[in-house]
């Protein structure tokens, strides 16, 4: 049963800081077809598939937070377009872009499945992408990712660009991995129109690999790009924790997404929701709220909504990142079951 939004007369979501909560992230699968090596472990046990919320579930209580003053929606994974029908939710949210209750659907892609869905996801509303290219080299990407295919990718990539989407590359800045590579990715990213931000490495879930091997402070890199162009800071700011520069010599613009050395918790506008319906008022903290009780309690959202606003109360100041406290990740749980 499709649920249509009803738009507040005010601000409905007001954590204790007085930030307004306006973007919501949705994880739709925990699964994943890569195993990136600062993401995942080799051996990965992911969840049940029944204990994941059903596609109808997701659309319900998207549809929700909508009601209560969500502008901007964001599907995330995992990789969300292994979601079996995943385009069916797409379409059924895609309502709230036409009543003009929602400002933007958009998603997190690892660009593997772009090929097949990148025209279906502008024809549902879809006009900007993020997707995850931490490098250019087939080789190191597919030592990167275990198991991806840079080519296929690529081919994703087009295939949403010549469908009108508006492309962001996302990129983990690692030493001794792609630090090098960091000038040629933002030359290629601004010579197509994408627009490129670096991130540094978080400690979320365990992996083989000891992060602080490969950990990258952004502010380095900065520098060092700013020895070999132009870079004027710009007010910019797109719901996210990314602070962007423009680049003279390119005419494209990079943004710095900076958990570890300068925390960007003051404007946080964002929540996020597992694909089990657990909510997450902060990406770096355990606090969480069970929305599928209230959500499977009955066909109103009365409960579901006084669920979500009661959660947005206890919702922190910020995180608290370190690499290398002890070698253990900051949370025990992984990007990708938490949603990126």
């Known amino acids: ?17 007085g930030r307004r909560i306006s973007y919501l992230r949705v994880s739709v699968t925990d699964r994943c077809d890569f195993r990136c090596l600062y993401c995942m472990a080799e051996d990965m046990t992911f969840l049940p598939k029944q204990e994941l919320l059903t596609l109808e579930e997701l659309d319900r209580l998207c549809s929700a937070f909508v009601g209560v003053g969500v502008r901007k929606l964001r599907i995330t994974g995992g990789e969300p377009l292994v979601r079996r029908n995943v385009m069916s939710l797409f379409r059924a949210l895609s309502r709230h872009l036409a009543s003009g209750a929602l400002e933007e659907l958009t998603l997190t892609t690892n660009g593997s499945q772009l090929g097949k869905y990148a025209a279906e996801l502008a024809d549902v509303g ?5 997707v995850s290219l931490d490098t250019l080299d087939p080789d190191r990407f597919r030592h990167l990712t275990r198991r991806g295919d840079l080519a296929v990718v690529l081919a994703g990539i087009e295939a949403a660009d010549k469908a009108g989407i508006h492309i962001k590359i996302n990129a983990v800045a690692l030493k001794d991995q792609n630090e090098h590579e960091i000038p040629s990715l933002l030359e290629w990213c601004h010579a197509h ?52 520069v ?9 943004g710095f997404i900076t958990p570890m050395t300068h ?3 003051e404007a946080c506008n964002r929540v996020r929701v597992t694909c089990t319906g657990t909510l997450f008022m902060c990406l770096g903290q355990e606090d969480a709220a069970d929305l599928r009780a209230p959500l499977r309690a009955s066909e109103g959202d009365d409960l579901l909504q006084a669920a979500i606003a ?3 109360g206890r919702k922190p100041k910020g995180h608290d990142f370190v690499i290398g406290r002890a070698r253990a990740p900051a949370l025990a749980r992984h990007m990708s079951t938490t949603g990126g």
């Open 1 to 17: 049963m499709l649920h249509p939004p009803t738009r507040p007369a005010s601000p409905a979501l007001v954590d204790p800081f």
């Open 126 to 130: 879809v006009r900007r992408i993020n």
């Open 193 to 244: 129109g994408y627009d490129l931000t670096l991130i540094e490495t978080m400690p979320l879930g365990e992996v083989e690999a000891d992060r602080t091997e490969h950990y990258l402070p952004l502010d380095l890199v900065r520098a060092r790009l700013a020895e070999r162009y132009t870079l004027t800071d710009l007010p910019l700011r797109t719901g996210g924790p990314a602070r962007y």
């Open 246 to 254: 423009s680049v003279a010599e390119t005419g494209g613009r990079i």
């Open 263 to 265: 925390n960007f918790c």
């Open 310 to 312: 009661e959660a947005i």
